[in-house]
């Protein structure tokens, strides 16, 4: 069977994984939230709100699908592999060989992968966070921002990457300072129903900020 975006699509819902299993909590609890919002929020019932939902969770998606290929203990989606040829080690040192800035290169070698499995768990995290964050439109702002600062890092560092095409990571640049400037949690999302003016009164400066 030739491989089209529909069988890709349908592989990776049907993979027999842990993490699909969740993906399709994230997936019901999406749908869930978004008709929650619906049915409380009239202003929501929109072309518009149902466009930005959609945007932010597939957005959402790519960066959990990211991180299943650098999943824990190991950071690769191919532990017998020697060190750095495959996963987050490998992708690292593209960066230190290729980031057109030599700090960034240097920084990267010298103290993330010189200190490989204290920073891989956080990057890990990262995408995770800014992966449920999206789907769920919760704390979206500080995800956009979260997505920005990694986007940031893979555009500058993979620049002139061999077979990398440097606008595919500054699309997703952009897409991240959208979402950090415009939040899209707002529209069918849970940022949403923190938002809502009943809650007007008692909504925290850190939910202001981070929704």
Request: charged share 10%; proline share 6%; with cysteine.
């Amino acid at each position: 069977m030739n491989r089209t975006p529909i069988t890709d699509v349908l592989g990776f819902l049907t993979e027999a994984r842990w993490t699909t299993a969740v993906f399709w909590l994230l997936i019901v609890a999406s749908v869930a939230i978004a008709l929650r919002v619906i049915a409380a929020q009239p202003e929501q019932r929109s072309l518009g709100a149902l466009g930005d939902w959609v945007a932010r969770f597939f957005l959402g998606a790519c960066w959990w699908q990211q991180s299943l290929w650098k999943l824990p203990p190991y950071y690769t989606d191919d532990p017998s592999a020697p060190f750095g040829s495959t996963g987050l080690a490998f992708w690292m040192k593209q960066i230190v060989q290729y980031a057109p800035f030599k700090l960034q290169g240097e920084l990267v070698d010298q103290v993330v992968l010189a200190h490989f499995y204290v920073f891989a768990p956080i990057v890990y995290a990262t995408e995770v966070f800014i992966g449920v964050s999206l789907i769920l439109g919760l704390a979206t702002r500080l995800g956009g921002l979260a997505g920005l600062a990694m986007a940031l890092n893979l555009w500058a560092g993979l620049y002139v990457a061999p077979n990398e095409w440097p606008w595919t990571y500054f699309f997703l640049v952009l897409l991240q300072l959208i979402i950090t400037v415009h939040p899209l949690g707002r529209s069918l999302g849970w940022d949403a129903l923190l938002r809502s003016p009943e809650r007007a009164s008692s909504r925290s400066l850190l939910v202001r900020l981070v929704s």
